[in-house]
C-alpha cells in the first residue's frame, strides 16, 4: 500500500503545504526571473527550508520541493555547469527533507498527524519556458518530446528519495501520460498528478478533467489525481468530475482567483476567501487539501484545525 493510500486509512484528511514561489516573495525575496523559486536554491537555501519548515509547523503533512521550475537546462543558462545543475535540483529535496526531521524532531508537534512526507515537486514544460503556457497548454511540443523533457530531472529526483512526486500544474492529459512514461522505469515510485484547470470542467489544455482521471486511474504508481493552481470556484465541480472516474483518492491545491502576469511574474485581482471553500472541498470528496499561488502558512492552518475538527 502507498504511503498516502496508508495514511489516509488512518486520518481523514491529509494537509498539503501552500504556496511556495509567492511565499518567497512575501518574505523579501525578488522571484521575477525564468527560474522563479527555483532562484532561491542558489541565492538563499535557508530561506527555502525556512518556507518549508513553516508550513510543516502550521500543519502541512507534505510540503513540496522548490524544484517546480528547477531543470538542468534552465541552470545551464545561468551559467551553471550541468553537474551543478543537478545538485541543485538535488538540493531542492535535500531542503524539504532536513526541514521534516527538524520539525518532527519536536516530539510535542506530533500529536493527532501523520509523520510528515517529503515531496519532490515535478513541473509542467510551459514552467520551463516561463511564459505562463501551464495556465494555456498550447505547447507545439509531443508527447515524446515532453517525455525527453522531463526524464533527465525525473532521474535526479527519483535519485534523492523523496516520499513522493507532486506532478503538478499539468495543462495537458500528454504531459501528465509523458511523464508516467518515464516515471515507469522507477517502479517503487509513487506520484499525485495534478492539472491546471480553466473551467470545472476541462484542464487549461482543453483536456476534459474526467478523461484524465479515467485514464490515470489504471497506472499503479498514481497514487492521488486532482488540480492545483486553479480558481477555487472551480474545484468541486472538478472534484465530482474526477470521482466519478477514479477511487484514487482527490487532490486539490488551488489558489487564491487571482490572475497571473508571466511578463511581470505578478498576480492581479482580488483573492477569495479560501478557507470558506475547505469544507465544500473536503464534502466533494477531496483527501489532500493545501494551497497553491497567493496562499500562506495561515491559509494551511486553518486547513489543519479543519482536518482536527473532523477528528473529534
Known sequence: MDTVARNLERYPLLVLDGAFGTELARRGFDTNDELWSAK???????????????????????????????????????????????????????????????????????????????????????????????????????????????????????????????????????????ILADLHHYPDMGAWISFSCKDEAHTCGGDAIADCARLLDKERQVTAIGVNCTAPQYVADLIHNIRVHTTKPVVVYPNTGETYDAVTKTWHGSPTPYRDFVRQWYEAGARLIGGCCRTTPDDIRGIAAFRASLQK
Open 40 to 178: 532561491a536554491l542558489f541565492e538563499k537555501p535557508e530561506l527555502v527550508e525556512a518556507v518549508h519548515r513553516d508550513y510543516y509547523e502550521a500543519g502541512a503533512d507534505v510540503s513540496t520541493s522548490a524544484s517546480y521550475q528547477a531543470t538542468v537546462e534552465g541552470f545551464e543558462k545561468k551559467g551553471f555547469t550541468r553537474e551543478q545543475a543537478k545538485e541543485l535540483i538535488v538540493r531542492s529535496v535535500r531542503l524539504v527533507q532536513q526541514a521534516r526531521d527538524a520539525f518532527w524532531q519536536q516530539k510535542a508537534k506530533r500529536a493527532g498527524r501523520p509523520q510528515p512526507l517529503a515531496a519532490a515537486s515535478v513541473g509542467p514544460y510551459g514552467a520551463y519556458l516561463a511564459d505562463g503556457s501551464e495556465y494555456r497548454g498550447d505547447y507545439r511540443a509531443s508527447r515524446a518530446e515532453l517525455a525527453d523533457f522531463h526524464a533527465e530531472r525525473l532521474d535526479i529526483l527519483v535519485a534523492a528519495e523523496p516520499d513522493i512526486l507532486a506532478c503538478e500544474t499539468m495543462p495537458l492529459l500528454d504531459e501528465a501520460l509523458a
